[in-house]
């Protein structure tokens, strides 16, 4: 395990630390007090995210809730707000998809359905079989975006390529099978317990590493 490069994730994290903290519980607030529109708007921006800028896909959801497109929108009209968004004709319509999949009578209750899992990684499971465009690492992020994920790894680019350098893994597979994501998130687990950075703190310590800052 490279020395200089833990003794840099150490010193990272204690210099943001206050920073995660803060964007926790913002994430906890929207567990405990965000409607379905805000819960859906989380789902949204994980769908838009693979292999596209976090900021860009916020932007498009931002667009979404302000022209009353989210709860509204046909795929054509949210289409029209992915900009940037790469894969955004099937991203729209798998956004239209995730909210009739997840409405009542025509109403968005994302929240009810998330609700009654008492494990996370049932919800989580839930998520990837029944919402199109969402795997692993979306269903991870968007759990941990609504405060009912914070032990969950988000194997995006940015943390895959943390974990090589810091030799928790070998080599970035070129995907990712359940089992190999869950082996990884178990290897990644066991890494924050032996650094003691907590695993919900690591995930952003890691991306402020390649990305410089703390967001989503």
């Not at 695993?199 to 402020?208: A, K």
Request: with cysteine.
């Amino acid at each position: 395990m490279p020395i200089e490069k833990i003794d840099e994730l150490k010193a990272i994290h204690i210099s943001i630390q206050d920073e995660i903290e803060s964007r926790l519980a913002e994430f906890d607030r929207i567990r405990k007090i965000g409607d379905d529109k805000a819960i859906f708007a989380e789902l949204v921006f994980c769908i838009l995210t693979p292999q596209s800028k976090a900021r860009v896909c916020w932007a498009a959801v931002e667009n979404l809730l302000d022209k009353n497109l989210l709860l509204n929108g046909e795929s054509d009209q949210i289409l029209g707000e992915l900009h940037g968004v790469r894969f955004k004709y099937k991203k729209s319509e798998y956004v239209v998809e995730a909210r009739d999949k997840l409405s009542i009578d025509g109403k968005i209750a994302i929240k009810s359905r998330i609700s009654r899992f008492s494990d996370v990684c049932d919800a989580r499971e839930w998520l990837v079989r029944n919402v199109k465009g969402i795997g692993y690492k979306e269903a991870s992020h968007f759990l941990r975006n609504i405060g009912f994920g914070e032990n969950l790894a988000i194997l995006d680019r940015h943390i895959l390529k943390n974990l090589r350098s810091l030799g928790v893994i070998e080599e970035i597979p070129d995907s990712l099978s359940r089992r190999r994501y869950l082996e990884i998130e178990i290897g990644m687990m066991e890494f924050a317990d032996r650094v003691k950075i907590p695993m919900s703190h690591l995930d952003l310590v890691m991306w402020y590493n390649e990305a410089g800052e703390v967001f989503k």
